[in-house]
T-cell receptor
Framework: GAVVSQHPSWVICKSGTSVKIECRSL??????MFWYRQFPKQSLMLMAT?????????EQGVEKDKFLINHASLTLSTLTVTSAHPEDSSFYIC??????????FGPGTRLTVL | KNQVEQSPQSLIILEGKNCTLQ??????????LRWYKQDTGRGPVSLTI?????NTKSNGRYTATLDADTKQSSLHITASQLSDSASYIC??????????FGAGTQVVVTP
């Protein structure tokens, strides 16, 4: 099956710093990538959808200037949490799909902001 | 209100026993329904995907059913194993291409 990787798997940072999370499709071309956030014991919440070479589309309530998304190639998307604060601590999961095919999820990145 | 409701919220079962998880949805227009298994600290892994015309689909010891008329689905786990301990998430795809996630059922299998 298709493989999606994320890096890092976990990160701890100080409040006010920025953190970049990478999402890669390893064996297919991800024309669309999705970024989700998941708080403990809650559903995955879609943050934004990005198509390769285009600006990301953000869900209502998600600050695009705080969560910068770049999808510059068909195998890589990055999410940068700028000026992170403790309330940004969460589990961030990406998913990717080629065309209208099935979405495949990455293993997630645990962000802890001190 | 969440368009995908799962029950129970959590359950504990003995190794070797069977269990059934429920999913009710109001997503419209409906496109497909998926069940995922999410281990703690990991991303979701697909178990089954069903479209409107499919009533049941199996993947090993996992069997999903779908009643599109009543907008209900179930996931049956047969002969549970310790490795089945995880969160099971029901996800409904809409005709607009968006996925609606349930909150998941946390399953704990004990020896």
């Amino acid at each position: 099956g298709a493989v999606v990787s994320q890096h890092p798997s976990w990160v701890i940072c100080k409040s006010g710093t920025s953190v970049k999370i990478e999402c890669r499709s390893l064996d297919f071309q991800a024309t669309t990538m999705f970024w989700y956030r998941q708080f403990p014991k809650q559903s995955l919440m879609l943050m934004a959808t990005s198509n390769e070479g285009s600006k990301a589309t953000y869900e209502q309530g998600v600050e695009k200037d705080k969560f910068l998304i770049n999808h510059a190639s068909l195998t890589l998307s990055t999410l940068t949490v700028t000026s992170a604060h403790p309330e940004d601590s969460s589990f961030y999961i990406c998913s990717a799909r080629e065309g209208s095919n099935e979405q495949f999820f990455g293993p997630g990145t645990r962000l802890t902001v001190l | 209100k969440n368009q995908v409701e799962q029950s129970p919220q959590s359950l504990i079962i003995l190794e070797g026993k069977n269990c059934t998880l429920q999913c009710n949805y109001t997503v419209s227009p409906f496109s497909n329904l998926r069940w995922y298994k999410q281990d703690t600290g990991r991303g979701p892994v697909s178990l089954t995907i069903m479209t409107f015309s499919e009533n049941t689909k199996s993947n090993g010891r996992y069997t999903a059913t779908l009643d599109a008329d009543t907008k209900q689905s179930s996931l049956h786990i047969t002969a549970s194993q310790l490795s089945d301990s995880a969160s099971y998430i029901c996800v409904v795809g809409s005709g607009w291409g968006k996925l609606q996630f349930g909150a998941g059922t946390q399953v704990v299998v004990t020896p």
